[in-house]
């Protein structure tokens, strides 16, 4: 019982059932509103018709203007006391009317009541600018000249108000007013289905916002949950996305923290005993051994050396991630930094047999740039070329135009990093440099191939000075 009474009471608070609403409302307008809207009309009809009676007590315009021309007819100019009584026996008939009549010498001869804008002497542009503004205006006016056959020039005019002679709300003024009706029943139907889908959709794009737009820790917001309807459900789901991902990423957080503070004491725990195997080896080399022992002295020495660099990388890109290298970008000839670095490994590749082509420009190029952490990008880069590059003998090392862009290029004409090679981690070496040249904010790319590898890096010489 108590679960059906819960099953109503979240169906009321659905989405689904405001819906059904808003359809029951669209099915009963026609067979209710429509008769309601008749009956309303047919009210207002019979009100109109019974109050509009009051309203022609002298008739229509039409039969006034008869009337006017009728006794204009029987009237004379020459016999001017004739047409003063006729038009007083008039004002008495009609006492909210006014008259007035002109003779042919255009003089104005009487008008009741007193009329101060009428002129005392009738010019033609008077009696047409007269005529002008009497047309479809109130008072209703009504001219004729006297006479049988109205032959003029004398006329005579009656005015009256239009309230007298037409009717206040004439036959069918209810069809606006049942029309209307309708129109606002039909808005207020659209404007309900508007608010109605308008409400959701605002709900819709909070939610959005608040899956686009992160918190502090990257997550975004909770939402607070004001309604159980389906958007409500939705809402509760995503917050509970959300506690679900704040819970993964402490973990994964606590995991990577653990991970580097293992990586930091391993490598300083595997340089202790890695000096002590450099020295053994030193002091090994100096003692009579055969040629075959030396080589084996010799290659075991580079191992060393290769897995001293390998801890040095793997502490320093450690260090890189965890936001704790620092670099201090100062204004640097960054060729007289190429130059000094590839002066250092100058004897190691004369070793390896590898020719060094470094052509340079004379002329300074400083920018912004951590001097031990450019440094540091080179030697990755020579060191890579030492170890993955050795069939092609050769490294070249040049500025040159790429994209609108100058660039310093080192090439070599390896077998390229895809290819087997006797030494591994350059892509441990290449992360650390991809990292270090996004903090100076420099651009790099790797063209890779069989023929060889070619590492352009962008430098942005905008504000750079010479």
């Known amino acids: 019982m108590k679960k059906q009474r819960l099953g109503g009471m979240r169906f009321r608070q659905t989405l689904l059932s405001r819906y059904l609403l808003l359809i029951l409302f669209a099915f009963l307008f026609i067979p209710i509103v429509f008769p309601l809207a008749s009956v309303l009309y047919m009210i207002i009809q019979e009100n109109s018709q019974s109050a509009d009676s009051d309203y022609l007590k002298y008739g229509s315009g039409s039969e006034l203007t008869a009337m006017w021309h009728e006794q204009a007819a029987h009237l004379r100019e020459s016999d001017s006391v004739q047409v003063n009584s006729k038009l007083q026996e008039l004002k008495q008939k009609y006492p909210e009317a006014s008259f007035f009549w002109v003779d042919a010498a255009g003089l104005t001869r009487l008008h009741l009541p007193e009329q101060e804008r009428l002129p005392s002497r009738w010019t033609p542009a008077d009696a047409v600018q007269f005529m002008k503004d009497s047309i479809d205006s109130d008072p209703f006016t009504i001219v004729s000249f006297l006479g049988a056959e109205h032959e003029g020039p004398a006329f005579m005019a009656m005015q009256i108000p239009r309230s007298i002679i037409e009717l206040k709300q004439p036959v069918g003024t209810g069809t606006p007013f049942y029309i209307s009706f309708l129109f606002i029943m039909i808005v207020f139907f659209f404007l309900l289905s508007f608010l109605f889908f308008r409400h959701i959709r605002k709900r819709l794009i909070g939610l959005q916002a608040a899956m686009s737009l992160p918190g502090d820790n990257g997550l975004p917001q909770p939402i607070i949950v004001h309604k159980r309807d389906e958007i409500g459900q939705l809402e509760a789901a995503f917050n509970h996305m959300i506690d679900q991902l704040r819970e993964s990423t402490e973990r994964e957080r606590a995991e990577e923290e653990l991970r580097k503070r293992l990586i930091a004491s391993l490598s300083h725990d595997l340089r202790t005993p890695l000096t002590v195997m450099n020295s053994q080896l030193y002091s090994l080399r100096k003692e009579p051994l055969s040629p075959n022992a ?13 897995l ?30 190429v130059r000094e670095s590839a002066a250092s490994w100058y004897p190691l590749w004369e070793q390896e047999g590898i020719s060094a082509e470094i052509e340079l420009p004379d002329e300074a190029l400083v920018l912004d740039v951590d001097k031990a952490g450019f440094r540091r990008v ?25 994209q609108d862009r100058p660039a310093l290029v080192i090439r070599d ?9 006797a030494s591994k981690g350059a892509g441990l070496g290449l992360a650390i440099v991809d990292y270090l040249l996004h903090e100076m904010r420099l651009d790099w790319f790797m063209d890779n191939s069989s023929a060889g590898t070619s590492v352009f890096i962008f430098l942005d010489v905008k504000g750079a000075s010479a």
């Open 294 to 306: 030396q080589a084996a002295v010799k290659q075991m020495e580079q191992k060393v050396t290769t």
């Open 308 to 337: 001293d660099n390998l801890i040095e990388n793997l502490l320093s890109y450690t260090l890189m991630t965890s936001g704790r290298y620092p670099l201090k970008l100062e204004r640097q000839d960054i060729l007289r930094l």
């Open 378 to 402: 080179l030697d990755n880069l020579f060191q890579n070329v030492t170890r993955h590059a050795q069939s092609g003998k050769y490294i070249g090392i040049t500025v040159e135009p790429y």
């Open 413 to 421: 004409r390896g077998n390229g990093l895809q290819a087997e090679s």
